[in-house]
Each structure stands twice: as C-alpha cells, then as structure tokens.
C-alpha cells in the first residue's frame, strides 16, 4: 500500500492550519495513498508565544476536527496527526488522532513529555497513561507514537511485540545543536529496533526542523523531505517486513522480558 507524510510550517490561525491539512488529505488520497501522517500539536503556532497551541486546545468535537472529518468523509485514507486537547483549565493533552471516513478511530495521548533542551512540555501539558492499541490499515498494524516517544525504544519495541508492521509518529522535532542528526539517527533506529517501518511526519518552520521521512525496516529511507512544506509518498509491505524479520530476527532473538512501560 502506499503511504505518506506531509509537513508544512503551523500557524497562528487554527482555520488556516485546518484548511492546510485539508488540502494535504485531498492530495494525499488522489494519489491513492492509504495512510498520512501529519505533524504534531496543529492547532497553533506562534514564535512569540510558545504556549499558544496549549491556549488553543479545543475538544475533539471542535471546529479543527470537525473540517477534518469533514474531508476524510471523502474517502477512505488513514490520517494521523496530532492537537492539544483540554485537560483542566489551563492544561492540556497531547492528543494524537486517527481519522477514516469522517471518524475518529483511534486517540493517544502522549507519554512522553519534552522536558529536554530547555523546554518543559509537562509545564502545561498532561501526559497519557496508556499505550494506544494497535491500528489496522488494510491489513498492516500500525503503532501509534508522538515526536519525543521516538528517544524511548521500549515503546517502539512494546509495539513491535504487539504485532505492529509500522510506527507512525507526527512531530515538531525542534531545531538546535545536533537535533537534525539525532533526528535521522533515532527514526533508523527505531526502525531496526522493532523491523518495522516508520513514517514520521516533523512541522516545519522557524521552530523546527520538517525532514519527514518514511524508514523501511532495515532503516533505510525511502522518502524524505527538506525543511520546506512538502507531500511525501512511499509504498510499503507486509512482505517486506517479513522479509527482514526473517534476516534481522531480533525480536525473537532477544534475552529480555517484554518492556514494563507503565
């Protein structure tokens, strides 16, 4: 089947952004694409306040939700992507999203907060308690992870364990010293830790880096983007992942109890 990862620089007006992804969906499934990533935390984003995505939130019977369901009405791709969702007053989930003929299908809330480089997304934001089931998209199991999630192995390996052929993971992957290297780094890894494909959609902008990619199992990038907006396409088996599991057999080849993650 083939998938797909879009990337584009999230502004401040919640409308616009939705009009984006809109657009990036419509394209997506006229090129028959049967699952899209798009980035993380969508609702908002302003250079001058870091907090407004946070501000923004908006449950996910929303006015952003509601224009992509209306879209994914259309037809019958998996899109992926992520929005800050209320909490309590104030604070806020981490919220990913898969959408399927103008349903919410699945919901995670990520585990894994970035209080890292300075930043501290715990500030305002609550982490998730739960690891999303596994999501079916025709006839490949997908795992369901969000930008930091990627520094933890054990949830990309729970995962794998679980039965997942792909890992997809919508980021804000932010800029800095090394980042870009411990980004294509961390996506080959994960990829080889689980032999299974990742398809990691990054927002692109002032703030962050962009560089979606789409990693076979053998951690090789089959599709990739710069730091511009950009729609991203590759093909993707079952039989691949076969292929390398029965080369690369370390998730039964492994000495280790399966990981406790919560």
């Known amino acids: 089947m083939f998938v797909a990862a879009g990337q584009f620089a999230v502004g401040p007006s919640w409308e616009k952004n939705a009009e984006t992804c809109a657009s990036l969906m419509s394209q997506a499934a006229g090129e028959g694409v049967s ?33 992509l369901l209306r879209e ?11 929005i800050h969702v209320p909490s309590v007053p104030g604070r806020a989930f ?10 919410v299908v699945a919901h995670y809330a990520k585990l894994h907060l970035y209080d890292a ?28 992870m969000t930008c930091y999630d990627l520094r933890f192995p054990e949830l990309a390996l729970a995962h794998a364990l679980q ?26 890894a994960r990829a080889l830790d689980a032999t299974c494909y990742v398809i990691a959609a990054g927002e692109c902008g002032n703030k962050n880096i962009g560089q979606s990619r789409v990693i076979d199992p053998f951690g090789v ?22 292929q390398v ?13 399966p990981p406790q993650l919560l």
């Open 72 to 82: 994914s009405a259309q037809n019958e791709m998996t899109t992926i992507l992520t």
């Open 35 to 67: 699952l899209l990533v798009l980035p993380e935390a969508l609702l908002a984003r302003n250079d001058i306040d870091p907090d407004l995505s946070v501000k923004s939130a908006q449950l996910l019977e929303g006015g952003f939700l509601t224009r």
């Open 94 to 103: 981490n919220m990913l999203v898969a959408l399927r003929g103008g349903r």
């Open 163 to 188: 039965g997942a052929d792909i890992l997809a993971l919508p980021a804000a992957w932010v800029r800095g010293a090394l980042k870009e290297h411990h980004w294509a780094t961390l996506l080959a």
């Open 117 to 144: 480089f300075a930043i501290q997304e715990s500030r305002n934001v609550d982490a998730g308690d739960a690891i999303a089931p596994l999501l079916d998209v025709d006839g490949l199991k997908v795992g369901l």
């Open 221 to 242: 990038t089959i599709a990739a983007a710069a730091e511009t907006p950009a729609l991203i396409m590759a093909e993707v088996s079952a039989e691949r992942v076969k």
């Open 245 to 257: 599991r029965a080369q690369l057999p370390v998730l039964i080849n492994r000495r280790f109890a």
